[in-house]
């Protein structure tokens, strides 16, 4: 996680000597401090920041593709004359069990269309959430453990 904030402030540093705010060059300037910690990976340590990097902008594109499928899904819903919809809470059993990584999944599944994080056990090993169809919670509860989960853990253990 350090080498991701000095990475941040080389792009931070490129958009203010480029004198160029934009998002496309802060990415760009990013992309640069990446390449330039892969270099030195040796001698700061961390043989896979790169692999990191790659891990949480895999973790990025599945979030826009789960947002857009699942959006494309309650509206198709919504529209149809007769909703044939099973609202309900599940529990979901957390394999994550860094307060961080918690927030994170429950936060990528309230902002997906469909699905709202409404609370964590005490014990923080299950999390609750709330489905607009709750007919099948079993292959729910597998898609956000082979999706979200899975890449959450990937990108930051």
């Known amino acids: 996680m350090r080498l991701t904030l000095v990475n941040l402030i080389f792009a931070l540093v490129f958009a203010t000597v480029t004198g160029s ?9 990013f ?3 990446a390449g330039a910690l892969w270099l030195i990976r040796a ?5 896979a920041y790169g692999l990191r990097v790659w891990r949480v902008l895999a973790l990025f594109l599945l979030f826009l593709k789960e ?6 899904t309650v509206a198709r819903i919504v529209t149809k004359r007769d909703m044939d919809l099973k609202p309900g809470i599940f529990a979901f059993p957390l394999t994550v069990d860094r307060e961080f990584e ?3 999944l429950a936060n990528m599944i309230t902002l997906t269309p469909g699905t709202l994080s409404v609370d964590v056990s005490p014990d923080g090993k299950v999390l609750y959430v709330h489905a607009l169809d709750c007919s099948n919670p079993a292959q ?9 989960e ?3 853990m990937a990108a930051f253990r």
């Open 21 to 29: 705010f934009t998002l496309l060059n802060i990415l760009f300037g």
């Open 31 to 33: 992309v640069l401090g």
């Open 43 to 47: 001698e700061v340590g961390s043989t």
């Open 67 to 72: 947002l857009a499928l699942s959006a494309w």
């Open 102 to 104: 918690i927030t994170l």
């Open 140 to 148: 729910t509860r597998f898609d956000i453990a082979q999706g979200f």
């Open 150 to 152: 899975r890449k959450i």
